[in-house]
C-alpha cells in the first residue's frame, strides 16, 4: 500500500457532503451499546471529527466511498440528518480499501474476532504477515495463528470467541487440532473449568496418548467425552504424583547407601582390610548422579 500523503490541516479538503450518497466499502460490526452513546454524544454535542471519503468514483457512480467514519456515518442516518461534514480525497479503490482496513484494524479490540478478520483481509489483499504483524504490533506468528483460526471457518470457535465464551488465544490452541470431535470436547472442557489456556497442552497430550493408544489396539473411533477427559486427567495425575514418589523413595535409598559407603571408606581399618584382598580401588557410579562428594573425614585418632 501506498503511504498516504501528510497533508496540512489548511490544505484539506472539508466539505458538507449528503449522507445518502456515500457507500461503505468496508463494513464492520461494532458494540451496540457503545454505538449508541456515540448515537447520542452526536445529537447532543454534534459531529466533532470528520469521516474520510474518496470521491475518484463520484462523477462516474454518484456516489462517494467511505474511508473511514461508518459509526459516525449511521449515527447521523439515524438522527435524520441529511448532510455530514467529511474530508474528502482522491484516490484508488484499492488505496481506500486498505487504508479502510488499517483504520478498522487500528479502533478493533485486540483479542477479538473483528480484530482477526481485519487481519485476514489483509492478509487476502496480499500483505504479508511480516508487515501486518508491523501494523498490529503483534508477532508473525500471533498473525499467522489468529488468520488460520478465521481461514479454517470453526463455527463454534467463532461463535464463542464472538460471544465471549472462550478468549481468542484458547480458541486458536483449540483450532491446531483438525479432529472435530476433540475441539468440541476441549471446549466444552473449557466450559466446565477442566481446562484452560495454561493446561492445555496437557490435556491435549493426554488426548493424543488416548487416540494412540486406540490406534494401535486397532480399536474403531469412540465418543470422547469431558467426563472421559477429566477422568484421564486425574489417573494421569495420579500416575505423576505415584512416579514421584518412587522416584524420592528410591533417590532416599541411594543417598542413604551412598552416605554408608563413604563412612565406610573413612574407616581406615576397613581400607586395610580391603587393600589386603587387592580390593582398594574405590568403585565409580555409573550413569549420571547429581551427588556433591562427600568431604574427606579427619583422621581418627588411635585408642
Not at 471529527?49 to 439515524?78: M, P, S, T, W
Not at 473449568?193 to 487416540?211: E, H, K, P
Amino acid at each position: 500500500m501506498e503511504t498516504a500523503p501528510i497533508r496540512l490541516m489548511k490544505d484539506r479538503r472539508r466539505e458538507m457532503i449528503p449522507v445518502d450518497k456515500i457507500r461503505v466499502i468496508n463494513t464492520r460490526t461494532r458494540d451496540e451499546a457503545q454505538f449508541a452513546l456515540n448515537v447520542q454524544s452526536i445529537d447532543t454535542v454534534g459531529q466533532i471529527k470528520d469521516i474520510r471519503v474518496n470521491d475518484k468514483f463520484l462523477a462516474k457512480d454518484g456516489f462517494y466511498e467511505l474511508i473511514c467514519g461508518e459509526g459516525r456515518l449511521i449515527a447521523h442516518q439515524r438522527l435524520g440528518k441529511t448532510h455530514i461534514r467529511a474530508e474528502v480525497v482522491t484516490c484508488t479503490r484499492k488505496q481506500a480499501y486498505l487504508e479502510s482496513l488499517v483504520e478498522n484494524l487500528a479502533r478493533a479490540r485486540p483479542g477479538t474476532m473483528h480484530f482477526a478478520r481485519e487481519l485476514k483481509s489483509l492478509h487476502d489483499e496480499g500483505w504479508e504477515f511480516a508487515r501486518i504483524a508491523k501494523i498490529a504490533c503483534r508477532s508473525i506468528e500471533y498473525i499467522r495463528q489468529y488468520i488460520k483460526l478465521v481461514e479454517n471457518g470453526e463455527d463454534r470457535l467463532i461463535q464463542g470467541v464472538e460471544q465471549d465464551i472462550i478468549p481468542i488465544s484458547f480458541a486458536v490452541l483449540v483450532a491446531q487440532s483438525d479432529d472435530a470431535t476433540i475441539q468440541n470436547v476441549l471446549m466444552d472442557a473449557f466450559d466446565q473449568g477442566v481446562v484452560n489456556s495454561n493446561n492445555f497442552a496437557r490435556a491435549r497430550a493426554i488426548i493424543n496418548a488416548r487416540m494412540d493408544r486406540r490406534k494401535k489396539k486397532g480399536s474403531g473411533p469412540e465418543e470422547y467425552t469431558v467426563a472421559a477427559l477429566t477422568e484421564d486427567i486425574a489417573t494421569a495425575t495420579q500416575a505423576k504424583d505415584s512416579f514421584a514418589r518412587e522416584a524420592q523413595g528410591k533417590e532416599s535409598r541411594l543417598y542413604t547407601l551412598l552416605d554408608g559407603l563413604a563412612l565406610l571408606w573413612d574407616d581406615r581399618e576397613f581400607v586395610q582390610l580391603l587393600q589386603g584382598e587387592g580390593l582398594e580401588k574405590k568403585p565409580a557410579l555409573t550413569g549420571k548422579y547429581n551427588v556433591t562428594a562427600r568431604p574427606p573425614q579427619k583422621e581418627r585418632s588411635s585408642t
